[in-house]
């Protein structure tokens, strides 16, 4: 679920709530905090998983956006 911050900076990068949301779920998931594994070694187990799949639709949504804009002036000039 996501959670919205009211006294936080503005992250002006993509995806930002999804990438702070995914960050959280790692950094307090138990195989990090218990276990004391790498998080990039709890995402190999599948931990977190729904919100990595949505950060990365998120990404591949900004960049392809930007490639069709990319190939919309190409195409008007």
Do not use: W
């Not at 187990?45 to 190939?71: D, P, W």
């Amino acid at each position: 679920m996501p959670k919205y911050y009211e006294d936080k900076e503005e992250d002006g990068r993509a995806c930002a709530g999804v990438r702070e949301d995914f960050k959280a779920c790692l950094l307090q998931n138990d195989c990090v905090v218990k276990e004391g594994k790498l998080p990039s070694e709890c995402l190999k187990e599948g931990h977190c998983k729904a919100l990595q799949t949505s950060f990365f639709e998120c990404k591949r949504s900004m960049v392809t956006s930007r490639f069709r804009n990319g190939i919309l002036r190409v195409s008007l000039i």
